[in-house]
């Protein structure tokens, strides 16, 4: 175990010397019914990155590639950006579709979950702009580039809006990748039956410099009119942490997801999320995370995570 131990930390540093973020993570809660395999240790994440704010993108997921040698190598996003006016961009590539605010996001922010509602990145146009303070993004994206060249879209929207130092977000997602596997004429509108049509609402707030909390409420059409599609997330962190010695600066933050229950009943379960970000360096991450769940015969946990970021 030690030696199988020694190979996967050293894989790990050696892959992060050119990574732009890495982590592995270990189960110091382990749930019933699951083996602490190998000490517990896994390597979750390794990828590259290259990025210029509203100039381009490029980030790829190796780990595959690297701990399994199957030449696999995900791209996450790949998009270029250009400018048309003071007001008017034009983004074309593979890129997220704009929705949301909560979403797990990277390693190394707070809340890693893997329940949260985030939208898929995906071949897209994508037209961004700012007006008087009011964000917009417009997008059309193709939901089978390789098979189906753009037939079946997905369409939306996000608007934001600063007030008061609140952060204020409205997004609308015409879903189309499930109609097209249901619509035999492959020809889908706006006005299509098959379609579905998720939204959301979402704010942030500091309050006095010292406690951020993040809130969403999202309606996630299952398009079963029986059953309720409204979950909602909060995410809590305090702002300035706090220092431990040798360790460095702690932020500690606290989130409530609430899920589809057994029946697809939305709210009807919930995770409760308490945990500690630590950052030793400015490069370097770890953290600790306790995951509660309502849903009955499933085990809290406890996760370590050590990461690095370049």
Same mark, same amino acid.
């Given at each position: 175990?030690?030696?199988?131990?020694?190979?996967?930390?050293?894989?790990?540093?050696?892959?992060?010397?050119?990574?732009?973020?890495? $982590?592995?993570?270990?189960?110091?809660?382990?749930?019933?019914?699951?083996?602490?395999?190998?000490?517990?240790?896994?390597?979750?994440?390794?990828?590259?990155?290259?990025?210029?704010?509203?100039?381009?993108?490029?980030?790829?997921?190796?780990?595959?590639?690297?701990?399994?040698?199957?030449?696999?190598?995900?791209?996450?996003?790949?998009?270029?950006?250009?400018?048309?006016?003071?007001?008017?961009?034009?983004?074309?590539?593979?890129?997220?579709?704009?929705?949301?605010?909560?979403?797990?996001?990277?390693?190394?922010?707070?809340?890693?979950?893997?329940?949260?509602?985030?939208?898929?990145? #995906?071949?897209?146009?994508?037209?961004?702009? /700012?007006?008087?303070?009011?964000?917009?993004?417009?997008?059309?994206?193709?939901?089978?580039? !390789?098979?189906? !060249?753009?037939?079946?879209?997905?369409?939306?929207?996000?608007?934001?809006?600063?007030?008061?130092?609140?952060?204020?977000?409205?997004?609308?997602?015409?879903?189309?990748?499930?109609?097209?596997?249901?619509?035999?004429?492959?020809?889908?509108?706006?006005?299509?039956?098959?379609?579905?049509?998720?939204?959301?609402?979402? $704010?942030?707030?500091?309050?006095?410099?010292?406690?951020?909390?993040?809130?969403?409420?999202?309606? /996630?059409?299952?398009?079963?009119?029986?059953?309720?599609?409204?979950?909602?997330?909060?995410?809590?962190?305090?702002?300035?942490?706090?220092?431990?010695?040798?360790?460095?600066?702690?932020?500690?933050?606290?989130?409530?997801?609430?899920? #589809?229950?057994?029946?697809?009943?939305?709210?009807?379960?919930?995770?409760?999320?308490?945990?500690?970000?630590?950052?030793?360096?400015?490069?370097?991450?770890?953290?600790?995370?306790? /995951?509660?769940?309502?849903?009955?015969?499933? #085990?809290?946990?406890?996760?370590?995570?050590?990461?690095?970021?370049?």
């Amino acid at each position: 175990m030690k030696k199988i131990l020694v190979i996967l930390f050293g894989l790990f540093i050696a892959s992060s010397i050119c990574a732009h973020e890495a $982590f592995i993570h270990a189960p110091i809660i382990v749930p019933d019914g699951q083996t602490d395999e190998d000490g517990g240790w896994n390597v979750d994440y390794i990828g590259f990155s290259w990025s210029a704010e509203n100039d381009y993108c490029a980030d790829f997921n190796i780990t595959n590639a690297i701990l399994d040698g199957s030449e696999e190598i995900v791209v996450n996003k790949a998009w270029k950006q250009l400018k048309v006016c003071d007001f008017f961009d034009i983004r074309f590539g593979k890129d997220q579709l704009a929705f949301g605010r909560i979403y797990s996001g990277k390693p190394s922010k707070n809340l890693q979950y893997f329940g949260l509602t985030v939208a898929p990145a #995906d071949l897209m146009f994508k037209l961004l702009g /700012n007006v008087s303070g009011l964000g917009w993004a417009l997008y059309y994206a193709n939901s089978d580039a !390789a098979n189906q !060249a753009w037939l079946a879209a997905d369409m939306g929207g996000r608007f934001t809006y600063s007030v008061s130092g609140a952060n204020l977000g409205a997004g609308i997602w015409m879903d189309n990748t499930s109609a097209w596997t249901a619509d035999t004429l492959g020809v889908v509108t706006w006005d299509d039956p098959e379609g579905v049509m998720h939204w959301e609402f979402d $704010f942030d707030y500091t309050i006095a410099e010292k406690l951020n909390l993040a809130f969403q409420l999202t309606n /996630n059409d299952d398009d079963n009119d029986d059953t309720g599609d409204m979950n909602l997330y909060a995410l809590i962190h305090y702002v300035p942490g706090f220092d431990i010695p040798i360790c460095g600066k702690a932020i500690p933050y606290f989130g409530y997801i609430t899920k #589809d229950d057994a029946e697809f009943e939305g709210m009807g379960e919930n995770n409760m999320i308490i945990g500690l970000n630590i950052k030793p360096k400015d490069n370097a991450f770890m953290k600790i995370e306790y /995951n509660m769940d309502s849903v009955e015969d499933e #085990d809290a946990t406890l996760d370590l995570q050590v990461g690095f970021t370049f």
